[in-house]
């Protein structure tokens, strides 16, 4: 340090003329063997100049001397060269030197290269360790700054082609890096062109060496016209890209220049190369600011195309650096995932800017459709959610499921970015784990099945541990107690074992422990849970294992419960035990031989004894057995020999308790009198077989345990209970199925037997029985009905063409009798059926709800029959199980009279009953191909034919559609509803499904692709029904000698097979490319109605074409439920199209303005009224207006054309031209046009300044209509002033408001001056409309009504809000004189003022400003300079209570 303060100081100065010639000689003497020195460079004034300055020029490969600091050397250099005689000319000479030194190359290297201190021998001080070069210290002077820049740049280019050298230097970057962070550039502008210069002439590497060395050489006011060069060059040479954006990056830019230069840079990343596209994406988010963000982001997610840039090879290639690179975000070596590296810089730029990442929230919820979002919206989320930046974790999540739930993030979407993206994705899992907890615990059922997709994905996807972590947050969900979660994480797990069993095996110990967790689980899980831990524990390539033995365990323990509850999941998991034990072995073997070892087959026999011998105590427990192995026998296939075993008991058994031999009469005592009632087969009644239902039910009541029949002892040790039947019933039928490929032959007579029952003329005097007798009726019929449903079940696949006859009488036997049961019931309240569906958890659900309907005339009643008369000439009605169908006999006419004398019945709903009836197959829904049936009956001499006819009736019809489009609803739901995680809801939808959740979605579209043609020749044949009836009773609905009960059952059979129709077409899966081809098949079925099938038409087209075809049907639509509901199938027609406006969104909106303009009546000629045809009309009513073209002129056609109408009509009239406006329907009118208008100006674009007076004038045309729609809606509260209407517009008006002062003022804001006009007519209008809303705030007040002033508040602050908007838009555009506020009384709806609280102080401020009229609008035209002045009106702060 003291050195250092002491160097200046020896530096003498002399009193000759040149001061420095003291330290020259004290060189001179410290170098003066120079002549002999053979490293020393010959003398001239280039070289004595330097070493006078202190530097010694060296030979060869040796570094020149420096010996005093450079500091001094520049200073001395530079006196030197000033003070010489020959200055300025000097300068050209010591040039001249300097250009004749480093001809030669080796000098010209040690120039460029740094210098060495010499060494401290002879008294002289050293310098610092690290000096400068030679090229650097002279351009440190700034006299000759130039003059060396100069050379430098001439002494390049010879230098250019050599590249590295030898030694191992490159000399073009040595002379770059002396450009670098110098102290002072004399003349930088021409220093700026010398190097644009040589970038257009030099070689590449020298072109990038030369641009990211700009920043560190130019001064930062050349820094903008640099910029504007590098832009140029960017968009001429691509090969210069990631240079270039280094240097912009480092550049000192002015914010509109920066804004350009990234949109240059944003037009190149489409064509950017794969390397250099990190580098781009890092430029651009860097570069922008929160006004520009969100735009910013948007565009470069738009050009940003992550799955254009994935290559396979590349991404294997760079699979095995991807650990390593993850830290970096931008790219140091070709072999780098570029892919990885871009989305690496999104996450630095996210993390580290709290702008970017809002802007990326905000980039990827605008956007809107399904098709264009990509894998990069997915990878941002997670990005998002991983970084948690600005806390956007909560952020990610909500878009995530918002875009879930609306269809718009697919689960296709996700499995491309796993796919393509699975080295990217594993360093996210935790935040995938996340996600997927979150959205499979969310609420909301919609987004559940994505959150499951996002585990199988990262299970299939990932390495063991993240496996490992997947199964045990399955097994938390299962374990969690909310019954739809444990459902849907079960159902993965079960797809798991059954797509990766060698993997889910070996985390088989943590899916073990969901078994102390069955308390929770509903029977289907609880099957679920079993079939997983069976398939993991009974596995074929593995032997024994604690896993089943604790099975066995478990099962043993639950079965010998004296609990119901565990008693049922003892059943259940032994046969699902069972079911994967007796499994057949792949080993080939014979069809009829076993294919297990004989111990394997012991232990299912003994298992199978056990569980019945268990349940034998139990008619419940024993029906749940029989439907369980009914149940696996459908679903498992078997080894031969254990199913030949299971039929021989079963048939055994069945004969031996249910079935009895027909004689001449039937003995025993029983509550009614025993007959022979419904047998199909007349010639056969002697010597046949019958059902023995009336004396075992006779037995079954505790309270006839005194009239048992002695058939009823025939195996005193085991109870024989009716709750049985049906069960044991479809056991038998899968055994026969099984054991003879679905030949029924042997059971074939159960078909047409008859049953045990009474005579059901007792139904007509069920009133005058006792509550027993009643109830023992209504059990006995219950039970009727589901043997049935059963037979009808069994035999419903068979093609003989007499057998199809008896299916379809057993459907009218059934329908008939549910008109006799409705009868009951209704007498008979607080009644509970018998269970016929056995695996409920909870007996509450199933209780039947007390029946709270107002009292309705029952006409279900039947007049008495002859007890052998076949069903099918009884089957005329159906007790409907929609609301509106109320269907009734003609035969019971007598006896509804007779109702109405004794006085109103409660109305029963069988919908409430639904869950005490057994669920019908999915093939049942194939007897609606049938036909008219016939067949030949031999008299008694056997020569002569009766011809004896059988159809499907408008009772059967209307049965089989409303169990279809249950079945459709709950199977193809475009919503996953049955997932919901609420267990009664759960329960609720999904009781009587129990058979058709062992089907895919798949499998029943295909099911119902193939009913296609029988439902549309049904269609046609109600629509050609309601034509003839339209044509003989000329148009009148309610004429004289229309059947009533038929115009019910059309009505309802209309209705149903539209619905059934939208349910099909609505199933999510058509979206997917792999049921393109069962979409077109569908459709094709449509268009092959309306032409000849063309195998070559377009999806498109096959939708035009369809669309046409159910448009033809509007002539005869019977309701309007009905034409919502071929409005709704319309619409969901035309979703399946491609995306974009076309003709089929103009004929959805074309149906609907069609049906609201027709009058609608019920059968009986009353209007439609009440709750439910409002609702239908205000769906019907949405559906217009958010498809027509133009929703403004729409609301306005309403509002201005029908509601004018409205009011001139008489009072109960209604429009002329929109027939479904009248008084009653004016509130959802009303709601309906309110909501519409609103979310049309919110959809309006806001207003920009760079938008051209064409756009703006555009836009204040949609503007002034929306607020002239909007006048005339607020004015009508003056005339329908009602509650309901107040708080529509209440609301409405506030959001109305709310979107004119975010969209529209800004408008108003840049158009004033143009477009004065029509600014100053626009507000006008609105200023009445505030107004009108004020004097609503004031009636709301003065009601002290709470609904109404809870809306006030918020309003009154918007009101507010817009008078100062308006004075920032005239202080904008320079009118701020114009401007003036006065007080605005308060008044009611009358317009009368409001004078409770009136002080002194405001009467005089009233008449001071009373010159003022009351009328005065907002904003008038001054006559002076054409200014506006806004008399806009502040509302007095009174108020109207204490």
């Known amino acids: 340090m003291m050195r250092k303060k002491k160097r200046p100081a020896s530096v003498p100065v002399d009193d000759g003329p040149n001061p420095l010639h003291a330290p020259k000689s004290k060189k001179k003497s410290s170098t003066r063997p120079r002549v002999s020195a053979p490293d020393e460079v010959p003398d001239s004034v280039f070289v004595q100049m330097l070493r006078q300055s202190g530097i010694t020029l060296k030979h060869g490969s040796m570094s020149n001397e420096i010996a005093v600091d450079q500091v001094v050397f520049q200073k001395r250099l530079e006196q030197h060269l000033r003070k010489n005689p020959r200055y300025p000319s000097i300068l050209k000479e010591f040039i001249s030197g300097l250009e004749a030194h480093i001809e030669d190359p080796e000098r010209f290297r040690n120039c460029l290269l740094p210098s060495v201190p010499r060494s401290a021998g002879e008294g002289e001080t050293s310098s610092s360790s690290f000096q400068e070069s030679l090229v650097r210290l002279l351009l440190g002077v700034e006299m000759i700054q130039t003059l060396v820049i100069n050379t430098l740049f001439e002494k390049l280019p010879e230098f250019m082609i050599e590249g590295v050298g030898d030694d191992g230097l490159n000399i073009p970057h040595l002379i770059i890096t002396q450009l670098k962070w110098l102290n002072r ?31 560190e050489i130019l001064e930062d006011s050349q820094h903008d016209d640099m910029a504007r060069e590098l832009n140029a060059l960017l968009k001429e040479n691509t090969q210069l890209t990631v240079p270039i954006l280094d240097a912009l990056s480092s550049l000192s830019l002015s914010s509109a220049l920066l804004a350009e230069v990234r949109g240059a840079v944003m037009a190149t990343v489409s064509a950017v190369r794969l390397e250099d596209l990190p580098v781009v994406v890092k430029f651009i988010l860097h570069s922008i600011s929160a006004s520009d963000g969100v735009e910013v982001v948007w565009d470069l997610r738009k050009k940003l195309d992550l799955e254009q840039c994935m290559l396979p090879s590349v991404l294997q290639a760079s699979q095995s650096h991807e650990r390593s690179q993850r830290s970096s975000a931008v790219p140091s070596c070709s072999s780098k995932d570029s892919v990885a590296l871009v989305l690496e810089v999104i996450k630095s730029a996210v993390r580290f800017q ?193 896993g089943q033995d604790d099975m066995h365990i478990v099962v043993r323990k639950q079965l010998s419960s004296t609990v119901l509850k565990y008693k049922r999941m003892g059943i259940i998991g032994a046969v699902m035990m069972v079911g994967t034990m007796a499994a057949p072995r792949s080993t080939a073997g014979v069809s009829q031989g076993g294919t297990l070892p004989k111990d394997i087959q012991r232990q299912v026999t003994a298992l199978l004894d056990l569980v019945r011998s268990c349940s034998e105590d139990s008619p419940e427990a024993s029906a749940l057995y029989y439907d369980e192995l009914a149940s696996m026998l459908q679903t498992c296939p078997l080894d031969p020999l254990v199913q030949a075993w299971i039929g021989k008991k079963v048939l055994e058994e069945f004969q031996e308790d249910f079935v009895v031999d027909l004689g001449p009469e039937v003995a025993g005592s029983f509550p009614f009198p025993a007959s022979v009632m419904y ?45 049985c039947l049906s069960s044991y019933f479809r056991l038998l039928r899968l055994c026969e199925e099984k054991q003879h490929q679905g030949d029924l ?198 020569h002569s034919k009766v011809r004896e006819e059988v159809q499907l009736g408008p009772a059967e019809l209307l049965f089989l559609l409303e169990d279809m489009w249950r079945k459709l609803t709950f199977s193809l739901a475009s919503t996953p509803a049955k997932k919901a995680p609420f267990p009664k809801v759960k329960a609720d939808r999904a009781l009587g499904f129990s058979r058709l959740q062992h089907r895919s979605s798949r499998d029943v579209a295909v099911f119902c692709v193939q009913l296609l043609p029988a439902i549309c020749a049904h269609l046609e044949n109600c629509h050609n029904r309601c034509q003839t009836l339209l044509t003989e009773n000329q148009g009148v609905v309610d004429a004289l000698g229309v059947d009533v009960n038929e115009q019910h059952l059309l009505r309802s059979s209309y209705q149903l097979l539209l619905q059934v129709l939208d349910a099909a077409f609505s199933w999510s899966g058509f979206s997917q490319p792999e049921q393109r081809s069962l979409l077109k098949t569908a459709l094709g079925v449509l268009t092959s109605r309306l032409k000849e099938e063309d195998t070559d038409l377009s999806l498109d087209q096959l939708i035009k074409h369809s669309c046409e075809y159910l448009v033809n049907f509007r002539s005869t639509v019977p309701s309007l439920s009905a034409a919502l509901s071929l409005t709704q199938l319309l619409l969901t027609l035309t979703q399946r199209g491609s995306p974009g406006p076309g003709c089929n969104r103009t004929a959805v909106a074309s149906l609907a303005k069609h049906f609201l303009r027709q009058e609608w009546v019920t059968v009986g000629g009353a209007k439609d009224r009440g709750n439910k045809p409002n609702d239908v009309l205000h769906s019907l009513l ?35 031209s929109w027939a479904t406006l009248c008084r009653q329907t004016f509130l959802v009118y009303y709601k309906v046009l309110m909501a519409e208008l609103e979310k049309s100006v919110r959809k309006l674009p806001p207003g920009r300044q760079t938008d051209s007076k064409e756009v703006q004038s555009e836009k204040l045309l949609t503007w002034n209509l929306a607020v002239r729609n909007f006048h005339i809606l607020v004015n009508l509260v003056k005339v329908f002033d009602s509650r309901p209407v107040l708080g529509v517009c209440l609301k409405y008006g506030r959001h109305f408001l709310e979107s004119f002062l975010k969209l529209g003022m800004p408008l108003l804001d840049y158009s004033f001056k143009k477009h004065k006009e029509d600014v100053q007519g626009l507000l006008k209008t609105f200023q009445l409309s505030t107004r009108q809303l004020h004097h609503m705030c004031g009636h709301s007040k003065i009601r002290q009504d709470m609904g109404l002033t809870n809306h006030v508040p918020a309003l009154k602050k918007g009101l507010e809000q817009f008078v100062y908007r308006v004075k920032a838009m005239l202080t904008l555009n320079q009118c701020q004189e114009a401007f003036w506020l006065g007080n605005l009384k308060n008044r009611n709806l009358k317009g009368e003022e409001i004078l409770s609280q009136r002080s002194a102080e405001s009467d005089e401020e009233d008449e001071e400003s009373s010159h003022v009229p009351e009328e005065e609008n907002e904003e008038e035209e001054s006559d002076g300079d054409g200014k506006k002045n806004a008399h806009l009106e502040e509302e007095e702060e009174s108020d109207v209570s204490d």
Not at 681 to 705: F, H, K, T, V, W
Not at 806 to 820: A, F, G, H, P, S
Request: hydrophobic share 40%; glycine share 4%.
């Open 1182 to 1216: 949405s559906l217009y207006l958010e498809h027509t073209d133009d929703v403004l002129m729409a609301v306005e056609e309403i509002a201005a054309e029908g509601i004018p109408e409205l009011l001139e009509a008489v009072k109960d009239g209604r429009s002329r």
């Open 354 to 546: 709290k702008t970017t990442s809002e802007a990326w929230l905000k980039a990827v919820e605008n956007v809107q459709e399904t098709e264009d979002h990509k894998v990069l919206d997915v990878l941002v989320l997670l990005i998002l959610h991983s970084t948690n930046a600005n806390q956007s974790r909560r952020g990610a999540e909500q878009l995530l499921k918002v875009k879930v739930r609306g269809g718009l993030i697919q689960e296709a979407l996700l499995s491309r970015t796993f796919r393509d993206h699975a080295q990217v994705m594993r360093g996210y899992f935790p935040s995938v784990l996340s996600l997927a907890q979150t959205l499979l615990r969310s609420p909301d059922c919609c987004v559940v099945p994505f959150g499951g997709h996002m585990y199988k994905l990262a299970f299939t996807t990932f390495d063991s541990y993240c496996q490992q972590e997947v199964v045990g947050s399955l097994v938390t969900h299962v374990c969690s107690g909310v019954s739809g979660e444990a459902g849907v994480a079960l159902e993965l797990l079960c797809e798991l074992v059954s797509q990766k069993p060698t993997e889910m095996a070996q985390y088989a110990v943590f899916v073990k422990g969901i078994l102390d967790y069955m308390e929770n689980l509903s029977p289907l899980q609880i099957r679920q849970l079993f079939h997983l831990l069976s398939s993991l524990a009974f596995r074929h390539d593995q032997h024994g294992g604690h």
């Open 745 to 942: 032959e042997e059971i074939d007579a159960l078909l047409g037997c008859p049953l045990i029952l009474t005579d059901m003329g007792v139904v007509e005097k069920v009133d005058s029985l006792s509550k027993v007798d009643r109830e023992f009726l209504c059990s006995l019929l219950f039970y009727t009905i589901n043997w049935f449903r059963e037979v009808v079940n069994a035999f419903c696949r068979q093609t003989d063409p007499e057998m199809k006859m008896k299916v379809i009488t057993r459907l009218q036997n059934i329908t008939y009798l549910q008109t006799l049961l409705e009868t009951c019931l209704a007498a008979s309240p607080g009644y509970i059926p018998p269970l016929a569906n056995f695996d409920c958890e909870c007996p509450d659900v199933l209780a039947p709800p007390s029946s709270t309907a107002p009292p309705k005339k029952s006409n279900k009643k039947s007049q008495g029959r002859k007890r052998k008369v076949p069903g099918s000439k009884n089957s005329s009605t159906d007790s409907s199980q929609l609301e509106e169908t109320a269907v009734a006999d003609e035969s019971q006419q007598d006896h509804v009279e007779k109702e109405k004398e004794k006085g109103p019945r409660t109305a029963v709903s069988m919908s409430s009953y639904r869950p005490f009836f057994r669920e019908l197959d999915l093939e049942v829904l194939s007897v609606l191909q049938c036909g008219l049936l016939s067949r030949s009956v031999l008299d008694t001499e056997l």
């Open 185 to 215: 550039v004399v003349d930088c502008k021409d220093l700026a062109c010398k190097l644009m210069q040589l970038v257009s002439v030099a070689p590449v590497e020298i072109q990038r060496d030369i641009i990211t060395s700009l920043p």
């Open 679 to 723: 047998n199909l087969d007349e010639e056969e009644s002697q010597g046949g077989i019958a059902i023995n239902l009336l004396p075992l039910l006779a037995q079954d009541m505790p309270s006839r345990a005194d009239g048992q029949t002695p058939a009823a002892h025939r195996n005193p040790r085991r109870r024989v209970s009716p709750l």
